[in-house]
């Protein structure tokens, strides 16, 4: 038996499309069983890497938090240390009578103040002999509560001429007192190297 020609035409279009959806469904389920089989080492491979990360990050954070405390604490014992000895100075020189010296413009040098600058507050005015009015910028409200006796000593930081000095003043008698101010540079110095030695090991 024969097929006319739309017979044939029919039964070739009816062959070739039935072939084109079992292509698709054989490259999907191929697909699929890639997927499945790579699926356990990609998930895995994932979350290791989040773990690695988020471990590295609190790492580096401990690191940093442990790094501002010992700076903080460093510094702060500077500053201790440097007061301690610049109030123990002072003390000394009051106890020597250097308040009665300054005041007749004797050299500081003569008790170990040489490399400190030096101001005495009394009645409300202020002599240096080693710097005359240049005494200005450390001399505050805090140096006079001193000198009043509303304070026995104080001890804070103010910049000179762009430099940070630690200043300290103590009772050297009746509405007076003493005033030393030291530079910082040093100080600052091996705070700087301090900061970047923690830098480096923070990285």
Known sequence: MSLGP???GSAGKTGSGGQRPRSREAVDRTLEAVHDRIHP?????SLATRVVALTAAAV?????????????TV???FNSSLDASLLRRAHTAVDAGFVEQTLQS???ASLGLADVKVAVIRGGAFFSPQLGTAARPYIGYQEVEVSIGQATESARTVKISGRAYRVVAVQAGSSTALVLAQSMEGQQKALERLRVILVISTL
């Not at 080492?41 to 491979?45: P, V």
């Not at 580096?60 to 903080?72: E, I, K, R």
């Open 6 to 8: 739309d017979d044939s």
């Open 60 to 72: 580096v954070a401990v690191l940093a938090f442990v790094s501002v405390t010992l700076y903080v």
């Open 75 to 77: 510094r702060a014992q």
């Open 41 to 45: 080492y990609t998930s895995r491979a």
């Open 106 to 108: 004797t050299p500081a």
